[in-house]
């Protein structure tokens, strides 16, 4: 069965904690992403690699950390430098790079809250 | 940058009305354009997609969507909604020399009263 899995579906955390939130995919995908969900504003890009043991930072990377050692695993740390970092976090995969008509396709999302 | 815009923020609807999901982007150059929805408890999925070609795209589930380019618009359209398609959708865009970089709208989220 292929997809994108993501875990835990639900989160807890102290604050001053940091969190690693998992993404992974078999459908061999090069492209992988994670957004932030937050009502109103839809999704926003936080990292995304377009190859294994390369990644750019997207438009709200402060306090996030992630790592591309595998293809098929997109891990992001929530760090405790993270202001507001309650939210529904979205990982997305793709073909990749030189795919002008690449298409995203998402995980189920994990909800972390911060207490 | 590029941004995507939806007007709409609520829309509340009866079984059987017409839907138009409102979607204007700011980017001059050339783009693809998708529609996701995301029902409630479940993942977001894709609802249609448009690249090159007929600007009138079909998706799933009767939806389709109009790529007007002087308008920079790509609004979302059913000619009669199911209470099954109370959900929350998002129009995103990708411009051709940004790589596969998406950038979303704010959604709408739609209730279909039965």
């Known amino acids: 069965d292929g997809g994108i899995t993501q875990s835990p579906k639900y989160l807890f955390r102290k604050e001053g904690q940091n969190v690693t939130l998992s993404c992974e995919q078999n459908l061999n995908h090069d492209a992988m992403y994670w957004y932030r969900q937050d009502p109103g504003q839809g999704l926003r890009l936080i990292y995304y690699?377009?190859?294994?043991?390369?990644?750019q930072k997207g438009d709200i990377a402060e306090g996030y950390s992630v790592s591309r050692e595998k293809k098929e695993s997109f891990p992001l740390t929530v760090t405790s430098a993270q202001k507001n970092p309650t939210a529904f976090y979205l990982c997305?995969?793709?073909?990749?790079?030189?795919?002008?008509?690449?298409?995203?396709?998402f995980g189920p999302g994990t909800r972390l809250t911060v207490l | 940058a590029q941004s995507v815009s939806q007007h709409n923020h609520h829309v509340i609807l009866s079984e059987a009305a017409s839907l138009e999901l409102g979607c204007n982007y700011s980017?001059?150059?050339?783009?693809?354009l998708f529609w996701y929805v995301q029902y409630p408890g479940q993942h977001l999925q894709l609802l249609l997609k448009?690249?090159?070609?007929?600007?009138l795209v079909k998706g799933i589930k009767g939806f389709e969507a109009e790529f007007i380019k002087s308008k920079f618009s790509f609004n979302l359209r059913k000619p009669s909604v199911q209470w099954s398609d109370t959900a929350e959708y998002f129009c995103?865009?990708?411009?051709?020399?940004?790589?596969?970089?998406?950038?979303f709208g704010g959604g709408t989220r739609l209730m279909v009263k039965p």
């Open positions: 448009y690249f090159s070609g007929d600007p």
């Open positions: 980017y001059g150059g050339t783009v693809n």
């Open positions: 995103a865009v990708n411009a051709r020399n940004a790589g596969n970089m998406l950038t």
């Open positions: 997305a995969s793709s073909i990749g790079p030189g795919a002008g008509t690449d298409t995203q396709y």
């Open positions: 690699s377009q190859i294994v043991n390369d990644f």
